[in-house]
Structure formats: structure tokens, C-alpha cells
């Protein structure tokens, strides 16, 4: 190695262990007070105190991550001299969904805008920003909204099940069977309800070369199970359908709500 070289690799190494003894406070980018302003406080739009709120922070409390989404309500009132129109309103997570009135509110309304919090795959403290944009402005909002709570871990892993009969969680709807050969495919299933579960199909409507049975035949509350399905080549003729609707029993609900689906010759 050239003498260069070797007296360049020594500044190198010179530089990074500086660094390194450096306090750890020395080593952080400084960040502009203007900038961390900015961030929690956010500029809005001219004329926003018009846009008069009850409260512009909910405490929602508690909420569990398997319960149906909740929604909450800002109620607000036109405190201005000109009607107010809500074009737009922005949350910091997809999990909050806002819908609100889009007509014009004259001087002296009032307004709404309801906030849905889904709570599923979101467990823990959680802290939402809502923007609300008017005719105001268009890059900056009117009036900057709070949700707040806590989301209690669900039980159960329903998360993992996204398909939902009443009790019974499914991670699948349908299977793909080829046709050609013996085969037998699995749909992993979930109690959730209170009380144990008995899942059978509708055997009036399955035809001879489909069998249906969960395993275990009795699932208790909290437990997983198996729906099998299994084709048997030797009873089907020449030509399969695309598809084969199975009828679950036991869930409570109408054969449209309780169907799984065979599509045959379907590759995964």
C-alpha cells in the first residue's frame, strides 16, 4: 500500500473515533426551535376562529381491540361573519376515519364531524391528530382536532382471523382444489363467541366427491379447530364445476352470510 493510502486510512480512523468519544448530546442533529414548534403546533389557516368547537380533544377511555369501532362526535359552531364549508378533513392514521356535512355553514350554525375509531391491530395508548380544512385555506387547516385513549388488547387473536360468522373466525373463505387427485385442504377457524360450537355443512347440498367435517367436531370457546374439506377423484364426473358453495351450520346465521367456497382447477 502507498504511503497515501495508509495516512488516509489513519485520518479515517482518526475522524470515527473522535466522533465516537463524542457526548452522545454532541452527536444528535440540533434541531431549530422554529422546526419543533412547528411540528406540535402547526400553522393554520387565517380566520380560523371562526370555526368555534365545544371540544377540540376527545378522551375516548378505554376501547377493546375486538369491539366494534366507535364513533365520537366534535360539534362546532360558525362564530364568523361568512358560511364556513368544511372541504376536506385529514387524520394521522388510517384507523381513524372522519365523515362530516359538506354544505356551507351559514353565520350562527352549527356542524359536526364524527370521528370512527377502528381499533382492531391497534392495541395501547394511541394519540390522533384531525385536520380540518375549510374554503379558508387550502394548504393549512382551520381547526386541529385531538382523539385520545387507550385500546385494550384483544383475548383472543382475532386479528388473525379476519373472517367473521357470528362466533366462528376464519383465516380463509375458500380453498383451490386441482381436480385431477385425491386432496384435502384445511381452513383454520377460531371460537370466539362464549359458548362451544358445532360446525357441520349442509350435507343436502354437497355432492358425493366433497367431504365436510371440523376438527375437533367440538369447539370450545377460545379454541381452534379445522373446517376439512376433502375430494375424492373417484365419485366426480369428467367435467368439476368452477366452483362449489359450502353451507356451514351451527353459526347462527343465513346460508349467505355462512358460506365457504371450492374453486377447482385454481392454482395457489
Not at 142 to 156: D, F, H, S
Amino acid at each position: 500500500m502507498r504511503r497515501g493510502g495508509t495516512i488516509a486510512m489513519l485520518c479515517a480512523g482518526w475522524a470515527c473515533a473522535m466522533f465516537l468519544a463524542m457526548p452522545l448530546r454532541a452527536q444528535v442533529p440540533h434541531i431549530p426551535q422554529a422546526l419543533r414548534d412547528s411540528l406540535a403546533h402547526p400553522p393554520q389557516a387565517e380566520g380560523r376562529e371562526a370555526m368555534r368547537f365545544e371540544r377540540m380533544r376527545i378522551e375516548t377511555g378505554e376501547i377493546r381491540e375486538e369491539a366494534t369501532p366507535p364513533s365520537f362526535t366534535y360539534r362546532w359552531t360558525n362564530a364568523g361573519e361568512r358560511p364556513l364549508v368544511i372541504t376536506r378533513v385529514e387524520t394521522t392514521c388510517g384507523c381513524a376515519a372522519a365523515s362530516y356535512d359538506r354544505r356551507p355553514v351559514l353565520p350562527g350554525g352549527e356542524g359536526s364531524i364524527t370521528v370512527t375509531y377502528h381499533p382492531k391491530r391497534h392495541p395501547g395508548y394511541f394519540r390522533r391528530r384531525i385536520f380540518v380544512f375549510t374554503q379558508l385555506s387550502e394548504k393549512l387547516p382551520t381547526a386541529i382536532l385531538e382523539l385520545t385513549g387507550r385500546v385494550i388488547p384483544a383475548a383472543l387473536p382475532t386479528a388473525d382471523y379476519p373472517y367473521a360468522m357470528n362466533a366462528l373466525r376464519l383465516k380463509q373463505q375458500e380453498v383451490h382444489i386441482a381436480g385431477d387427485r385425491a386432496q384435502t385442504e384445511r381452513i383454520e377457524c377460531l371460537n370466539a363467541g362464549e359458548e362451544p360450537l358445532r360446525i357441520t355443512a349442509d350435507s343436502l347440498l354437497l355432492p358425493p366427491y366433497i367431504r365436510f367435517e371440523c376438527d375437533p367436531q367440538r369447539l370450545e370457546p377460545g379454541a381452534t379447530g379445522d373446517l376439512v374439506i376433502r375430494f375424492d377423484p373417484s365419485k366426480a364426473p369428467e367435467r368439476l364445476p368452477e366452483q362449489l358453495p359450502v353451507i356451514l351450520q351451527g353459526v347462527g346465521l343465513t346460508p349467505r352470510q355462512s358460506t365457504v367456497r371450492i374453486r377447482f382447477g385454481t392454482s395457489r
